[in-house]
Nanobody
Framework: VQLQASGGGLVQPGGSLRLSCTSSGSTLDSFAIGWFRQAPGKEREWLSCITSRGANYYADSVKGRFTITRDNTKNTMYLQMNSLKPEDTALYYC???????????????????WGQGTQVTVSS
């Protein structure tokens, strides 16, 4: 499974971006998809996850600002990011798992497949 993350860019504080995660060679409807980010000098941080059944979960740091969705007809998952802050600046990754269980959704090692990352920079 090869994932492609896109949609990053430069945005002012308070602005919005929508990240996309898709796969050109695999159907993702049976996979749980997670979003992570990693800022320079920091550990990879789990942000959100959506299961194959559409249940979604969020880290406290993004709850109420970020929304994860999936469109299986387009084989694409989205992370809508609103009210962005400078501390949201990071490289954002999507990841997929066919065997994810609720207790492990925050663990990067629970995801077998990773996209290449898309840079999000929040700055005035």
């Amino acid at each position: 499974v090869q994932l492609q993350a896109s949609g990053g860019g430069l945005v002012q504080p308070g602005g919005s971006l929508r990240l996309s995660c898709t796969s050109s060679g695999s159907t993702l409807d049976s996979f749980a998809i997670g979003w992570f980010r990693q800022a320079p000098g920091k550990e990879r941080e789990w942000l959100s996850c959506i299961t194959s059944r559409g249940a979604n979960y969020y880290a406290d740091s993004v709850k109420g600002r970020f929304t994860i969705t999936r469109d299986n007809t387009k084989n694409t998952m989205y992370l809508q990011m609103n009210s962005l802050k400078p501390e949201d600046t990071a490289l954002y990754y999507c990841a997929a798992s066919s065997t994810l269980i609720t207790s492990t959704i925050r663990n990067p090692q629970a995801y077998a497949y990773w996209g290449q990352g898309t840079q999000v920079t929040v700055s005035s």
